[in-house]
């Protein structure tokens, strides 16, 4: 009950702060967006496009205040301030959200979805859509999808062609059980480090890679000291964007409208600009700092990665690969 009660005084007051308000006077309300991602970020490109949509869909009657680079606290304390409702609004990757809802730890499979275009058909469709509701008991609606793009493995001294190169190596992974078990299924070491913290520990050898999207791999340095990007694609992880359950619910049906609206946009702008930011990336990565990029055989790494399965996928996450696989046989 005293958790219930703080919860509702910390909704009145993030709905209740007013904004400047439209041309005519009329008062408005501001919602706090925070998260881990620095202003350059496609994802917080995507999150200015919301800004800017929402005054204007609004007439300035609702709008976004974005607090980035971690501001107000890294990915885990923004995602306890929307569940508390001392904060309106964040980004999530589905990884940190595994720990909080199990269903989330089908996007840390490895190899589930054919190709880009697959998965987008299924988070623009009836799973995705029903994936964005499943929190809302833990007080964390979702609105849209970001992309995040595919993961990919990168090393300091050696490519990884085939699964046997990455044997006995110490690869960074986020802080996911999933993660944690593919890397051990494909004979690496996992190692989970914080991300600020990813740099050094490459440069200093206290790990021998890590996996990510081009356009962090470049705009974090990594490729001058994790020189070998191996484009193995192993998942494919969104980014969520996230209001309180409680905090939703005390808007108008119009503000809602508009939220949902501006939210929408914002995606498709956001993944026109991913497309264009991750081609970049990797030419960057090529031309500026003499990286060797590779496209691996994906089917020599999907054929050692059951064991990942085994173990995650069952119950409303075997549902889920199920559902999922039977989307790309339809297409």
């Known amino acids: 009950m005293v958790g219930l009660?703080?919860?509702?005084?910390?909704?009145?007051f993030l709905l209740g702060q007013r904004a400047a308000g439209d041309a005519g006077g009329r008062?408005?309300?501001?919602?706090?967006?925070?998260?881990?991602?620095?202003?350059?970020?496609?994802?917080?490109?995507g999150m200015l496009e919301l800004q800017r949509r929402l005054a204007e869909l609004s007439g300035g009657r609702l709008r976004v205040e974005l607090y980035p680079s971690g501001q107000l606290?890294?990915?885990t304390e923004c995602?306890?301030?929307?569940?508390r409702g001392t904060l309106a609004m964040t980004k999530s990757s589905t990884a940190p959200l595994e720990g909080f809802l199990e269903e989330m730890q089908v996007f840390g499979l490895p190899y589930l979805f054919a190709d880009d275009a697959h998965f987008w058909l299924v988070l623009d469709g009836p799973i995705g859509r029903e994936l964005l509701e499943k929190g809302r008991a833990k007080n964390l609606l979702g609105l849209c999808y970001y992309d995040a793009g595919s993961r990919n493995f990168y090393t300091k001294t050696r490519l990884i062609e085939t699964p046997a190169d990455l044997q006995g190596l110490k690869i960074r992974v986020q802080n996911s059980p999933v993660a944690m078990k593919m890397v051990e299924a494909l004979g690496g070491a996992p190692t989970p480090i914080a991300w600020g913290e990813l740099y050094s520990a490459l440069a200093q050898g206290t790990v021998d890679g890590a996996e990510n999207n081009p356009p962090s791999y470049v705009a974090e340095k990594h490729c001058e000291v994790a020189p070998f990007f191996s484009r193995d694609a192993h998942t494919r992880v969104p980014d969520i964007l996230l209001i309180g359950a409680g905090v939703w619910d005390g808007l108008s049906g119009q503000e809602q409208a508009w939220l949902r609206e501006a939210a929408e946009d914002s995606s498709r702008f956001q993944r026109r600009l991913w497309r264009e930011r991750s081609e970049a990336a990797l030419r960057e990565a090529r031309e500026r700092f003499g990286a060797t990029v590779y496209d691996p055989d994906q089917r020599l790494f999907m054929a050692k990665v059951q064991p990942v399965y085994d173990e995650f996928a069952r119950g409303v996450v075997g549902e889920l690969v199920e559902r999922i696989r039977a989307v790309s046989t339809e297409r």
Do not use: D, F, I, S
């Open 79 to 83: 995602l306890e301030q929307v569940q």
């Open 27 to 45: 008062p408005g309300r501001t919602l706090k967006l925070a998260h881990g991602l620095p202003p350059e970020h496609p994802v917080h490109q």
């Open 73 to 75: 606290g890294g990915e």
């Open 5 to 12: 009660l703080a919860a509702t005084a910390g909704y009145a």
